[in-house]
């Protein structure tokens, strides 16, 4: 190694305690709350009530702004003795944490700690990726707490199933209720359902290894990997899983993923009925897509959520994994026509208006067959034509010319010759952005212009770009 780069590293070994650097083992391999209790040298309930800020001097960075959060203890399971309040401190600014694994609390929650002395005592440290969390989220590790004052009464096993359907509709994700799971091991089968959060628990589990599975209903099916990106294999996310009860007191947890079974599929077709394959189809919620066009009517960003496949030999194409929904079917509904999908926006069953569209009503576990979707012919490119000039006349030699759609997405880009011309291919139908630049820093030069290109001809008018200093040149 550089020893540059190893006394980096060094350094920021150093100026982590110790209760950060198992930060990042625990991220890499989150443990389980029994395991996580014998590493852990203290675990409370507080109230956070209070928070202000401090310089903080760090080996690394020097001095910094830190906050120092002052929690109430209101109950203990281990390392505090007597104590009525514990301080915290965490290094950065709120929404600028420069340390990755720094704990945001927030003032007036309930939160159940686990914590570490810290290099500045006696504050405490936790991070980010411990078991610390808000009280309400934390069942699992209260249980297991409450549980070390009682009798062992064995291990368990637990863990949650939750639903990634795409697109989504929730504003977090799902659980899935009601689904069966198996558990298998040291000469028993036992089975429990998830319940109205996707948790699942067995107690009371002798010693051994166990295998954890699922027995998913005909509305569910596992999670496929990217199944909203046609260039990705459907692989398949498993679900079941291995785990080892040690102890009469250790715990395992297995967590799963699953999605709809429900399916769109269809074939497109050329206006001859002649299968095309290789065109990129997507199904999309209705009310996303709508969303899409009014923020891009008012010049505004949206991310269109939608199932993609590329059609194969036959034309044929098939969303799977979907939620329930009200979907339309189409192309290029996102962005404009580009050279990897040289066709206009296009809805089922073969109109260019959303209004005319098809709307497929798809309920839970259905498989929807929409037949036939017919594309109007390729578009046809447009050579763009111009010049780039500077404020004198001359033309601008080498200059870089780029044309942007309606997305302010870059399409492509070319440079000027000696006579200050260039020459782009673009699609008739869309309204385009050029901008030209020349020279950088205080001596850059840049001018703009735009286009509209309804026809299909052959070759546009010529476009002529005038540079200016930048900052000085007229707003279009």
């Known amino acids: ?23 990042y083992a625990l ?39 830190a906050r120092v959060w002052r929690v109430k203890v209101e109950r203990v399971w281990k390392g505090l003795k ?3 309040e514990a301080e915290f401190l965490t290094r950065g ?18 939160y159940v700690i686990w914590a570490w002395p810290s290099d500045t005592p006696p504050m405490l440290r936790t991070h980010g990726c411990s078991l610390t969390r808000l009280l309400k989220d934390a069942q699992e590790e209260v249980e297991f707490l409450d549980s070390l004052s009682r009798p062992a009464a064995g291990g368990y096993v637990y863990g949650r199933v939750w639903r990634s359907d795409h697109p989504s509709t929730a504003d977090k994700i799902p659980a899935a209720v009601g689904v069966t799971v198996v558990l298998e091991g040291s000469g028993r089968r036992r089975e429990t359902r998830t319940d109205d959060e996707g948790r699942f628990r067995f107690v009371g589990l002798r010693g051994g290894n166990y295998d ?47 999605q709809s079974s429900a399916l769109i599929s269809g074939f497109a077709a050329a206006e001859d009925g002649k299968p095309l394959s290789g065109i990129i189809v997507q199904g999309a919620l209705l009310n996303h897509l709508q969303q899409q066009d009014e923020n891009r009517a008012k010049g505004t960003f949206a991310f269109l959520f939608s199932a993609k496949a590329i059609t194969d030999e036959r034309g044929y194409f098939e969303f799977l994994n979907l939620p329930p929904g ?82 302010r997405a870059r399409l492509r880009g070319t440079r000027t010759d000696k006579n200050g011309a260039f020459s782009l291919s ?51």
């Open 326 to 407: 009200r979907y339309v079917v189409g192309v290029t509904l996102e962005h404009d026509a580009n050279a990897d999908q040289p066709y206009p926006r296009t809805f089922h069953p073969g109109v260019a208006n959303i209004g005319e569209a098809t709307v497929f009503e798809l309920k839970p576990g259905e498989r929807l067959d929409v037949g036939a979707f017919t594309l109007p012919p390729r578009l046809v490119p447009i050579a763009i034509h111009g010049s780039v000039v500077r404020e004198n006349g001359e033309p601008a030699v080498d200059a870089f010319v780029a044309v942007t759609n309606n997305f």
């Open 426 to 476: 673009v699609f008739p139908g869309y309204s385009y952005a050029l901008t030209a630049s020349v020279g950088s820093g205080s001596d850059e030069l840049v001018g703009r212009s735009t286009c509209t290109l309804q026809t299909t001809g052959a070759v546009a008018a010529p476009i002529r770009i005038e540079l200016r200093p930048r900052g000085s040149e007229p707003k279009r």
């Open 212 to 258: 954890v599975s699922l027995m998913l209903p005909d509305t569910l099916a596992p999670l496929r990997q990217s199944p909203a990106d046609p260039h990705y294999p459907r692989t398949e996310m498993p679900i079941r899983a291995s785990v080892a009860i040690n102890s009469p007191r250790d715990c395992a947890s297995a967590d799963f993923r699953v």
């Open 1 to 23: 190694m550089n020893k540059r780069w190893g006394l980096l590293v060094l350094l920021l070994l150093c100026s982590v305690p110790a209760c950060s650097r198992q930060a």
């Open 82 to 84: 007597d104590q009525a």
């Open 93 to 110: 600014v709120p929404g600028k944490m420069w340390v990755e694994d720094e704990f945001e609390f927030k003032v007036g929650e309930r």
């Open 27 to 65: 991220c890499l391999t989150p443990e389980t709350p029994c395991r996580e209790y014998e590493r852990t040298p203290i675990i409370f309930q507080g109230l956070v009530e209070h928070v202000g800020t401090v310089e903080h001097q760090d080996l690394l960075f020097g001095q910094t702004g």
